[in-house]
Antibody, heavy 118, light 107 residues
């Protein structure tokens, strides 16, 4: 059974850096074809894809946010970390991590709401 | 970047109705199209992958079709638990993108 869970701060101040950790079980991020990524959803709005890291450490980012995002993995800990710099109130959203395989996001974490406010 | 446009944005229907939601890509994405269901306060759930393949555990009343730029999600007979928001998503190229969502409400 695949499970994922996001952890990190629920409140950050403008200009601060957000660090989110996705801890997963039920699969290995060293298995060929597997990826873990991040998708966010502002309150009442649509889903927005942010970043994806593959088993071979290939990394993909949303071009509009690429300068602010870094995604890394720790295969031994079954964790993926997303950092987003220079946070702004428009970045207030629920952040989801998810398992990616065969071109689809098959399993999602419960999400974590991050509010950006001074 | 590939834009995904869903129609309608909202839809009212009754239990037992047949419902179709459309998703159009701004350029050809072959069959790299997925459908998700999201209920309030919950994470999205994968329903259909690769345009027409039913995810394990998803009821057979859900089906998907299409290729290239035009895709549809059909629910053959609406059940009470199907009232939710539905999103299409392309995985053909980076950046991946989602449609704006279709909110399915009870009539």
């Amino acid at each position: 059974q695949i499970t994922l869970k996001e952890s990190g701060p629920t409140l950050v101040k403008p200009t601060q850096t957000l660090t989110l950790t996705c801890t997963f079980s039920g699969f290995s991020l060293s298995t060929s074809g597997v990826g873990v990524g991040w998708i966010r959803q502002p309150p009442g709005k649509a889903l927005e894809w942010l970043a994806l890291i593959y088993w071979d450490d290939d990394k993909r980012y949303s071009p509009s946010l690429k300068s602010r995002l870094t995604i890394t993995k720790d295969t031994s800990k079954n964790q993926v970390v997303l950092t987003m710099t220079n946070m702004d109130p428009v970045d207030t959203a629920t952040y989801y991590c998810a398992h990616y395989f065969s071109g689809a996001w098959g399993n999602w974490g419960q999400g974590t709401l991050v509010t950006v406010s001074s | 970047d590939i834009q995904m446009t869903q129609s309608p944005s909202s839809l009212s229907a009754s239990v037992g109705d047949r419902v179709t939601i459309t998703c159009r890509a701004s350029q050809s994405i072959s069959s790299y199209l997925n459908w998700y269901q999201q209920k309030p306060g919950k994470a999205p759930k994968l329903l259909i992958y690769a345009a027409s393949s039913l995810q394990s555990g998803v009821p057979s009343r859900f089906s998907g079709s299409g290729s290239g730029t035009d895709f549809t999600l059909t629910i053959s007979s609406l059940q009470p638990e199907d009232f939710a928001t539905y999103y299409c998503q392309q995985s053909y190229s980076t950046p991946q993108s989602f449609g704006q969502g279709t909110k399915l409400e009870i009539k």
